[in-house]
């Protein structure tokens, strides 16, 4: 059973940084496409970054720049860097696992608890 647990939100000042993490196990996650998903309070889910099994990535027009997903196939665990937050940023940030390499909700299946940033002006 796949399991996904993602860690390191926080509340911030904008312009902070901040690592999000995701723990995954139950599989090897690099035979899968990895992603990061956000949702804001009375909004829909969104896609923010997504990772390939080569490392090829994906990254939403808003964050480009800003955020860099990574992973380490040793730790089994999926990296997203926030740079340059913005009071716009802030969401419940999932992890997902997917057989399709979108920022779309419907390539994945499997999806973690979530973790909150919450950026302040």
């Known amino acids: 059973q796949v399991q996904l647990v993602e860690s390191g939100g926080d509340s911030v000042q904008a312009g902070g940084s901040l690592r999000l993490s995701c723990a995954a196990s139950?599989?090897?996650?690099?035979?899968?496409?990895m992603g990061w998903f956000r949702q804001a309070s009375g909004k829909e889910r969104e896609g923010v970054a997504a990772?390939?099994?080569?490392?090829?990535?994906l990254y939403a027009d808003s964050v480009k720049g800003r955020f860099t997903i990574s992973k380490d196939d040793a730790k089994n665990t999926l990296y997203l860097q926030m740079n340059s937050l913005k009071p716009e940023d802030t969401a419940m940030y999932y992890c997902?696992?997917?057989?399709?390499?979108?920022?779309?909700?419907?390539?994945?299946?499997?999806w973690g608890q979530g973790t909150q940033v919450t950026v302040s002006s």
């Open positions: 139950g599989y090897h996650y690099s035979w899968y496409y």
């Open positions: 990772i390939a099994r080569d490392g090829s990535t």
């Open positions: 997902a696992t997917g057989f399709i390499f979108t920022l779309g909700t419907y390539g994945y299946n499997d």
